[in-house]
């Protein structure tokens, strides 16, 4: 488990680098408008990604109250 949450967040740091990197070389070296619209389309792509993908997705009933497993915690 450790390996796999150090390769996510590396993962993820790197691409947190390119992307402002990118977003920056578009703004400074193109337009300001297509700088606003890439992260604009990218998170629509991202949205309906999300929203295709939800078929695939396992949904498991609960079997009890989350409420209820807390206050019994307590």
Do not use: D, H
């Not at 402002?20 to 703004?27: E, G, H, M």
């Not at 993908?53 to 989350?66: D, I, R």
């Amino acid at each position: 488990m450790k390996r796999y949450f150090s390769w996510y967040y590396a993962s993820y740091a790197l691409s947190f680098v390119v992307a402002l990197t990118c977003l920056v070389y578009i703004q400074v070296n193109m337009e300001w408008a297509l700088g606003f619209g890439a992260p604009i389309l990218l998170m629509l792509f991202a949205t309906l990604s999300i929203y295709l993908g939800t078929p695939f997705y396992v949904k498991l009933k609960p079997k009890s109250s989350l409420i209820t497993a807390f206050f019994k915690w307590m």
